[in-house]
Structure formats: C-alpha cells, structure tokens
C-alpha cells in the first residue's frame, strides 16, 4: 500500500510512473493485485471477503513486535489453503481490509494501517519495503493517463477494479476501439459523467468474472502481469477457424477465450460491440 492521496480527479501526478496513481484510490476501491490477492483456491468476492475480514480481525490482536507478526503469518499460511493457480505468484498473508469502514484492500503492515502507531512493518513481507513502496504493475506505464483516469474515477468496489486493472491489454483494445469510434479521445471532458457511466465501467469489469467464452481448463481471475514470462501467454487459432485474428484479440486473450466455430467468435465480437456501442451513448453528448 503505497502512501498517496485517494481523492479521485484528473490530476497528473509526476511522482507516479505514467502519472495516474492506482493502487490505493477510494473509500471503497484499490488494487491488491501485486500482492496476489486472486491467487487463492476460491478467488470469489464471498471467499475473499471472509478471508479479508478473518485476517484484519485477527491481526488486530497480534502485538505490534517482530515475533508476534512473524507468527501470525506462520498461522495464517497454516490455516489457509496454499494451492495457488500460478504457484510461482506470491500470494501475502498480510492482506487485509483497510479504511475507517475495513472497506477497501490494503497492506496490515503499512504504518498507517488501524493499530500500527506509525510502526512499519513492511519490511517483514516476502517482497521487502522497498518492493511495496517502489514497485507499479505494468498498466501504470502501459495505459493511457486518459485511460486510467476514467477507470479510476468510476470504479466503485475494490474485487473488480483490482482484478481487471491490471489487465492492461484489455484496457487498451477496449477504449481505443471506444475512441476510434467516437473519432475523439476519453480525456478529462469526460469526467463528469454521472449517469450511466460507473454502471458500464461496472459490466466491463464484470466480463473478468462473467465471460462466456473462456476456456474452462485455464482461465483463473488472477492475471501473472509481470514480464518474466514465466508462464505461457493465450493463444486463439484463428487459423483453425479459417477467420482474421479478431478486432479484440487482446481482449480475447486476457479472458482465456476460446472458439470452437466462427459464430461463436461474431457472438463473442457482437457482445464487446453491444457495450461500446451503449458506451458511445452515454458519452455522445459530451462528444460534439
């Protein structure tokens, strides 16, 4: 959890790489991506929740000594289920729910944390303070500011903006179609959008969780995001379905799809265009 202002805005930020801070932004929303939040057995909103609210709860016994946090963990990691869909992506015991209401995600050794007294423990996590203080995930500097900005300012919950955020692939294929449409570009013209807006953000996150087309065997809301390439990349034989490589084959492959028939992929197109067509609607108005 790395220690900026959450208000959501326009603002560029030059102490940000790409200058769009995303990793702790509301009340109720932030990433906890990086730290393999989705990288459990039972990545459910229901599961994550209770697993959030176990940990906070329990921590807030621990005393604040190095001993006593390093047991804590010790117990956590015996009491969970440690199978993780990418085994080589760290997942942190010390994910907790942060906030006045525990309504977001967030680091319980950060010094700011409820309970902490300014005591930073960070140091005591698998990736070390420096990791948590420095590291940005790739859609920092792979998205557009324009991007990221509305992304942030209408996100509304904290499972599905961290588990797409990062997808930033995803986020790129989808809005630039959006823009080269609309033959304009989603800056800060935009921004104060009320109707309509936060609930399409809202079903495009959903297609992380709800997406009909996904191969089963593979697909897992965790993304392994970082660029080690460790595990292997999707892939969709258009060749096999004797078709061009689809408009949103970025999109696609961040969602582990897989097509059997060429009506399965026009049905696949047609629903990502359906949405960016409702989309143009709401942002027609502003695009005169």
């Known amino acids: 959890m790395k220690t900026k202002s959450f208000e959501a805005g326009n603002e560029l930020d030059p102490a940000v790489p790409g200058s769009v801070y995303l990793c702790q932004v509301g009340e109720n929303v932030s990433c906890g991506a990086c730290c393999g939040l989705y990288n459990v057995a039972d990545p459910s909103r229901e599961a994550l929740e209770e697993m959030l609210a176990y940990r ?3 921590y807030a016994k621990v005393p604040r000594e190095i001993d006593a946090v390093l047991a804590f963990k010790e117990r956590i990691e015996r009491e969970e289920n440690q199978d993780r869909p990418y085994p080589d992506f760290h997942h942190c015991p010390f994910i907790g729910l ?8 967030g680091c319980l ?3 700011l944390a409820e309970g902490a007294g300014g005591l930073d423990f960070r140091g005591l996590s698998y990736y070390g303070t420096m990791a948590c203080r420095q590291y940005f995930c790739p859609t920092h500097i792979a998205v557009p500011a324009r991007f990221k900005r509305l992304i942030r300012n209408y996100a509304s919950d904290w499972y599905l903006y961290g588990m797409v955020v ?5 986020i790129v294929n989808f809005f630039s179609e959006i823009e080269k449409r609309m033959q304009k570009t989603l800056d800060e013209s935009f921004s104060n959008i009320e109707t309509g807006l936060k609930e399409l953000l809202a079903e495009f996150f959903r297609i992380k969780t709800d997406w009909p087309y996904r191969d089963e065997g593979r697909w897992h809301p965790a ?3 970082f660029n080690d390439r460790i595990y292997r990349p999707n892939h969709i034989d258009y060749d096999a379905l004797n078709t061009a490589k689809s408009r949103y084959d970025a999109m696609f492959k961040a969602l582990h799809s897989v097509f059997k028939t060429q009506d399965a992929l026009a049905e696949a197109e047609a629903s990502i265009d359906n949405l960016i067509d409702r989309f143009l609607k709401v942002l027609g108005d502003r695009s005169q």
Not at 98 to 105: L, M, T
Not at 166 to 170: A, L, Q, V
């Open 223 to 225: 993304n392994y995001f």
């Open 166 to 170: 990062t997808e930033s692939k995803m």
């Open 98 to 105: 942060i906030g006045k209401n525990r309504s977001r995600v």
């Open 56 to 58: 906070t709860a329990e």
């Open 109 to 111: 050794l950060h010094p």
